[in-house]
C-alpha cells in the first residue's frame, strides 16, 4: 500500500498501561519470592535453634529428674543420719548407764571385764557407722552441687544461643533491605536505558505514521516487514531493521553487563483466519514464525543472541477489537520491549 494512503493509526495507550501494571506485578511477584526464600532461610535457621533449644530442654529435664532422685536419696540418707543418731545418743546413754554400773561394781571388776569389752566395741561399731553416714551426706551434697553447675552452664548456653538468633534476624532483615535497594536501583537504571533506547529509535524512524510507540512498545505494522500471510522480511523491512540493529548494538555498548535484560519481539495477527494452502497452519505459527524471522536478521546483523526473546500471541491480543480493515491492520505488528531477563 503506498504510504501517502495509510491512514495514521490512533494511539491507543491503554495497552501501555496494562503492560506498565504488568512489569510492576512482575516485580512484586519477583520481591514476594526473594521475601519468601529469605523468610525459607530464616525459618530454617529458627528451626535449627529450637531442635538445639529442645535438646537443652531435654537434657535440663533430664538433669531435673537426676537431681530429684538425688534429693530423694539425700532425704534417705538423711532419715538413715537421723536413726543412726537416735542410735548412737541410746548408745550414749548405755554408755553412761554402764559406766554408772561399772562404778557401783567395781569390786566385781574382774568378773564384768568381758561384758565392757563387749559393750565399748558396739560402741566403736555405732561411732563407725555415724561416721559412714555423715560421709554419704557429704557425697551427696557434692553431688548436688555438681548438678546445680551443669544447670547454670546450660542456662548460660541458652542465653547464648538466643542472643545468636537474634543477631541472625537482624542480619537477615539487613540483607532484605539491602537487596531491595539493588533492586530497585536494577530497575531504575533499565527504565532509563529503555527511554533512551526508544528515544533514539524514534528519532532513526521518524515520520513514519505505520512505525509507531504504544505505551513502553515500539510498534511496526506488518506490511513494514512482511508481504501478507509471509514470514520473510521485504527490502524496506530490511532497511528499518538494519537502523533498529544498529541502536540495539549502540544499546548493548551502554548498559553495564550487570543489567540483565532483553529485547522481546513478539508477533500479532489480525483474527481473519489463515487459508489452507498456504505453509502455516494458523496465525499462531504465523506470528511465532515473524517474530522469529526478526530475531535471526537482527542477530545476523550482530546483535547478541542473549539479549533478543521471540513471542507469538496470534491473533489474541488486539489494539482494536472492531471488525474493520483498518482494526485488522493495527492488529497485524511487530511489536519491541525492553524488559528485565
Known amino acids: 500500500m503506498p504510504l501517502s494512503r495509510r491512514r495514521v493509526a490512533t494511539v491507543d495507550q491503554w495497552p501501555g498501561y496494562?503492560?506498565?501494571?504488568?512489569?510492576?506485578?512482575?516485580?512484586?511477584?519477583?520481591?514476594?519470592?526473594?521475601?519468601?526464600?529469605?523468610?525459607?532461610?530464616?525459618?530454617?535457621?529458627?528451626?535449627?535453634?529450637?531442635?538445639?533449644?529442645?535438646?537443652?530442654?531435654?537434657?535440663?529435664?533430664?538433669?531435673?529428674?537426676?537431681?530429684?532422685?538425688e534429693r530423694a536419696?539425700?532425704?534417705?540418707?538423711?532419715?538413715?543420719?537421723?536413726?543412726?543418731?537416735?542410735?548412737?545418743?541410746?548408745?550414749?546413754?548405755?554408755?553412761?548407764r554402764l559406766q554408772g554400773l561399772l562404778s557401783s561394781a567395781e569390786g566385781v571388776a574382774?568378773?564384768?571385764?568381758g561384758e565392757l569389752g563387749a559393750l565399748k566395741s558396739a560402741?566403736?561399731?555405732?561411732?563407725?557407722?555415724?561416721?559412714?553416714?555423715?560421709?554419704q551426706v557429704e557425697l551427696l551434697n557434692q553431688q548436688i552441687s555438681a548438678l546445680r553447675?551443669?544447670?547454670?552452664?546450660?542456662?548460660?548456653?541458652?542465653?547464648?544461643?538466643?542472643?545468636?538468633?537474634?543477631e541472625s534476624q537482624t542480619q537477615i532483615a539487613d540483607l532484605g533491605r539491602r537487596l531491595n535497594v539493588a533492586l530497585a536501583q536494577?530497575?531504575?537504571?533499565?527504565?532509563?536505558?529503555?527511554?533512551?533506547?526508544f528515544g533514539r529509535l524514534r528519532e532513526i524512524l521518524a515520520d513514519r505514521p505505520d512505525i509507531r510507540v504504544v505505551g513502553d512498545r515500539f510498534v511496526f505494522q506488518s506490511e513494514v516487514?512482511?508481504?501478507?500471510?509471509?514470514?520473510?522480511?521485504?527490502?524496506?523491512?530490511?532497511?528499518?531493521?538494519?537502523?533498529?540493529?544498529?541502536?540495539?548494538?549502540?544499546?548493548?555498548k551502554e548498559i553495564p553487563p550487570e543489567i540483565s535484560w532483553v529485547l522481546r519481539v513478539d508477533g500479532h495477527t489480525d483474527s481473519r483466519p489463515l487459508s489452507g494452502a498456504g505453509r502455516f497452519r494458523n496465525n499462531w505459527d504465523l506470528s511465532a514464525a515473524r517474530a522469529i524471522a526478526v530475531v535471526q536478521y537482527l542477530i545476523s546483523k550482530g546483535v547478541s543472541p542473549d539479549h533478543l526473546a521471540a513471542a507469538a500471541f496470534g491473533e489474541y491480543q488486539p489494539l482494536d477489537t472492531a471488525d474493520t480493515d483498518d482494526a485488522r491492520a493495527k492488529n497485524r505488528r511487530i511489536e519491541l520491549k525492553l524488559t528485565e531477563r
Open 149 to 166: 553447675r551443669q544447670i547454670a552452664a546450660l542456662e548460660t548456653a541458652l542465653g547464648a544461643s538466643e542472643q545468636k538468633d537474634k
Open 225 to 252: 516487514l512482511f508481504s501478507s500471510g509471509s514470514d520473510v522480511i521485504n527490502g524496506e523491512g530490511r532497511v528499518d531493521l538494519d537502523k533498529l540493529a544498529d541502536a540495539i548494538l549502540q544499546l548493548e
Open 123 to 135: 560402741l566403736t561399731n555405732q561411732q563407725q557407722v555415724s561416721r559412714d553416714a555423715l560421709a
Open 186 to 197: 536494577k530497575v531504575q537504571e533499565l527504565t532509563r536505558y529503555r527511554s533512551d533506547f
Open 110 to 113: 574382774g568378773s564384768a571385764g
Open 73 to 96: 536419696a539425700k532425704g534417705d540418707m538423711q532419715n538413715q543420719l537421723s536413726q543412726l543418731q537416735a542410735s548412737l545418743d541410746s548408745a550414749t546413754a548405755e554408755r553412761d
Open 18 to 69: 496494562v503492560d506498565a501494571l504488568s512489569t510492576l506485578l512482575m516485580v512484586f511477584v519477583f520481591l514476594l519470592s526473594v521475601f519468601m526464600v529469605a523468610q525459607f532461610f530464616l525459618s530454617r535457621e529458627v528451626t535449627n535453634k529450637d531442635t538445639v533449644l529442645t535438646r537443652l530442654n531435654a537434657q535440663i529435664a533430664e538433669l531435673t529428674q537426676l537431681l530429684s532422685l
